[in-house]
């Protein structure tokens, strides 16, 4: 008769609970296409919030404020002077394409842009344009 090996209880009941657990961890990370907007908002404060600013008033000033960033003409906001000229002819309209290609390498897809941060990873970018989706632009 061949030997079982006895588990301790909690090896087994951790093993229980991963073949459990696993197909829904498996599932959570293959869901890319739904975006986390608080995901997007935590990174947008870590890696964008040193130049951009998300407030009517006040805020960083070295990138134009993003409030009402999607669905405007690229080195269109109004008071920000810093453009390159390069972003101001690109004739880029911001919308999720357009920001999906232009984050995942800003001097790659305008040449001579001044912005320096990119986010090659393809969810987190698209938990960040999720986010920015949601800034509407400031009552005038």
């Given at each position: ?82 453009y ?28 001579g ?7 090659p ?9 999720a ?10």
């Amino acid at each position: 008769m061949p030997i079982i090996p006895v588990m301790p209880r909690f090896h087994l009941l951790f093993a229980f609970a991963m073949a459990i657990l696993a197909p829904t961890v498996q599932a959570a990370d293959t869901a890319p296409d739904i975006p986390d907007i608080e995901h997007g908002k935590a990174t947008f404060n870590i890696m964008c919030s040193v130049c951009h600013a998300v407030q009517k008033t006040g805020g960083p000033v070295e990138g134009p404020n993003l409030l009402g960033l999607v669905g405007r003409k690229a080195g269109s906001q109004p008071g920000f002077a810093k453009y390159s000229e390069a972003l101001k002819a690109s004739g880029l309209i911001w919308n999720e394409g357009t920001l999906n290609r232009f984050l995942v390498n800003p001097m790659a897809m305008v040449p001579g842009t001044l912005m320096p941060m990119l986010i090659p990873d393809d969810k987190t970018r698209a938990d960040v344009i999720a986010y920015l989706a949601t800034l509407e632009a400031p009552e005038k």
